[in-house]
């Protein structure tokens, strides 16, 4: 178990985990219940994403037990109601073409909630295994390893994205790739860091004496004693990737329409704010909100599970 | 200190070079050129303008010619704007940027300063409470929110503002505010954090034993440590600023060098995309630069290496 993760004063805890290889995690679970403000973090972020997943299934409900702000599908226009305010049969009102503006933020939710996890598990397959391969050989390689990942995070990569948006033709899969490749560089030092301190320990030294390969080594002894860390900082990365796939919406360059997201209703309340305020109120409140939630989520996850920002 | 200086300079070099190599590869590999949206262009004058510019040679030479031009310090004349240089379009358009940029940077230290001095100081009250609070809400709502509220409420509802535009010292305040806020956030959290970790130490007990004032103790024994938090900050910060520059620019429609490299980005416009990227590289390695020196007088335990 990832001792390194432990502080001193929860020793008794740590050898207890030995013992019982699930008590470290049921023992970070304790821990982050008592944190409210992680927990209702946890219930906003789940509470959205099932809202938006299962939302807009609504609409094949049968007519009778279905109410009128239900009803709708997240491209049809219906020009005779046009921006209008939320009302009955539109909850939220509608946009410029008169789409029903509650279907069209569930959707986006789906498309920006996707996004920052598919984008962040791009980040993460890159950063964990950089970091690890950094980490466990060591010596030149590291050396020439993190200079490249100081060299990049000096540089400002959002201008590569723009143009890696602009320049290539736009798709759902481009922007996971794009925004992954390049939020990976925190990931690297922070599981470099910890497979540097945990190679020493005798686990390892058993495992070299065994005979392993190195990949094996890497994949399956040091990988998931690093998991803590890397939890809580994916957890912290998918509202990040969350704000740069808004970014790159906004700007025009994110997910095309008649697809919506987030930040592409961001930017279409920005447009429309004076005739259509609760476009950007609507888009913004439930964006900052899942933002808000997931911080909550990843500070209380870094919490219970003891992990500091890996410095090196 | 110069030698320093010196080596990080050149160490740029390299740097510049791999993202001048791959930026001109990105925008040569992708489809479209700067000509395709040209009216009233016949396939003859479309190739006599590329011949002019060289874009009929083969790849690798047109690659050689740019490098070339790059060293001598020539970034290449404009593909949109006939008869201007890229340079002379640049230094045009940065200097509204930078003027946002350094107001925002203002308002993000006075405001983050302030309130995380006065977090730190009223630790677990109701004030340091509120003060988090509010810089989570700031940290949760991105510039592209937070630009089109202000608007929305102080341009649109009460009409203190324009706005957009960047003609009055007045249209300065709404975007300033928006790029500033978000970064106010993060370093009243971060001067939060770095004081009471001073302000726990030996020596402030021994400044406090000794009757110092409390304004004393905190301007001249903890600020120095407290603050350092917030300087390593500072280089992600200026990166982050650029990058907001183009949001805020593009909100408030401001003829600044972000809105700029959008455009340019679109048009297909490779020696201002180049030109741009390579200007806001080399400004960005320089401030880190700046911000490391600054780090090392700030805290004399650490040295320039």
């Known amino acids: 178990m990832p001792s390194k993760t432990l502080s001193k004063e929860r020793a008794p805890l740590e050898l207890e985990a030995a013992d019982k290889g699930a008590s470290l995690w049921s023992d970070a679970w304790h821990r982050l219940a008592k944190n409210k403000l992680a927990i209702a973090g946890l219930w906003i972020v789940g509470g959205l994403s099932l809202l938006c997943f299962l939302g807009p299934l609504t609409r094949y409900l049968p007519a009778a037990i279905r109410p009128a702000g239900l009803s709708h599908s997240y491209e049809e226009q219906n020009l005779d109601a046009r921006v209008t305010p939320p009302d009955a049969r539109h909850w939220l009102g509608t946009d410029q073409l008169g789409r029903d503006l509650l279907s069209r933020v569930l959707f986006g939710g789906r498309v920006s909630l996707m996004v920052g996890l598919c984008a962040t598990a791009v980040s993460l397959t890159i950063g964990v295994l950089y970091g690890a391969i950094a980490g466990y050989l060591g010596g030149k390689l590291d050396a020439i390893m993190m200079r490249i990942v100081d060299i990049l995070y000096s540089l400002p990569l959002a201008l590569f994205v723009i143009l890696l948006m602009v320049l290539v033709k736009r798709s759902i899969l481009l922007i996971f790739v794009a925004i992954g490749a390049v939020e990976w560089l925190t990931m690297a030092r922070i599981v470099r860091g910890q497979v540097m301190s945990l190679k020493k320990q005798e686990f390892i030294e058993a495992a070299i004496a065994l005979g392993l390969r190195k990949r094996r080594i890497i994949l399956r002894h040091l990988i998931p004693n690093v998991l803590g860390p890397v939890i809580v900082y994916a957890t ?72 500091r920002a890996a410095k090196d | 200190m110069l030698r320093f200086i010196a080596r990080r300079s050149l160490g740029l070099i390299p740097v510049l070079g791999v993202i001048a190599t791959v930026t001109f590869f990105m925008t040569r590999m992708a489809p479209g050129g700067p000509f395709d949206s040209e009216k009233n262009t016949t396939p003859e004058i479309r190739k006599a303008i590329e011949a002019y510019y060289g874009l009929d040679k083969p790849l690798f ?124 956030a993060y370093v009243a959290r971060l001067t939060r954090g770095g004081m009471l970790e001073i302000l726990s130490q030996d020596f402030i007990r021994t400044a406090r034993a000794k009757g110092a004032s409390t304004a004393r103790i905190l301007f001249k ?77 700030l805290n004399p335990k650490l040295k320039l290496e």
């Not at chain 1, 990737?241 to 920005?270: N, R, T, Y």
């Not at chain 2, 995309?273 to 806001?280: E, K, P, S």
Request: aromatic share 14%.
């Open chain 1, 236 to 307: 912290l990365t998918v509202p990040g990737v969350m704000l740069l796939e808004a970014f790159l919406s906004f700007l025009g360059l994110g997910v095309q329409p008649p697809m919506s997201s987030w930040g592409s209703l961001i930017k279409e309340g920005a447009d429309w704010m004076e005739d259509a305020p609760w476009i950007l109120i609507s888009a913004g409140t439930v964006f900052s909100l899942a933002l808000f939630s997931l911080n909550f989520l990843g500070d209380g996850l870094r919490d219970a599970l003891d992990v």
């Open chain 2, 61 to 184: 030479e047109q690659y050689l010619n740019v490098m070339k031009g790059y060293l001598k310090g020539d970034l290449g004349p404009d593909y949109k704007y006939p008869n201007r240089s890229v340079r002379e379009l640049i230094l045009g358009a940065f200097p509204v940027s930078l003027e946002l940029g350094c107001l925002a940077l203002a308002i993000a230290l006075a405001i983050g300063i302030t309130a995380g001095l006065i977090a730190a100081i009223r630790q677990n009250s109701l004030l340091d409470y509120s003060a988090m609070s509010l810089s989570m809400i700031g940290i949760c709502l991105p510039t592209f929110v937070m630009g089109p509220l202000l608007a929305l409420v102080f341009a649109i509802h009460w009409h203190w503002f324009n706005v957009s535009g960047w003609d009055f010292a007045r249209d300065r305040v709404l975007p300033a505010m928006t790029l500033g806020f978000y970064y106010a």
């Open chain 2, 221 to 297: 024994h903890a600020l120095r440590g407290g603050i350092a938090p917030v300087v390593s900050f500072l280089g992600p910060a200026a990166a982050g600023i650029i990058t907001g520059s183009f949001v805020v620019e593009t909100i408030f429609d401001i003829p600044g060098l972000g809105r700029f490299f959008i455009t340019s980005a679109f048009n297909r416009d490779y020696t201002l995309v180049m030109g741009t990227v390579l200007f806001y590289a080399t400004l960005i390695v320089f401030f880190n630069l700046a911000v490391d020196i600054v780090q090392v007088w």
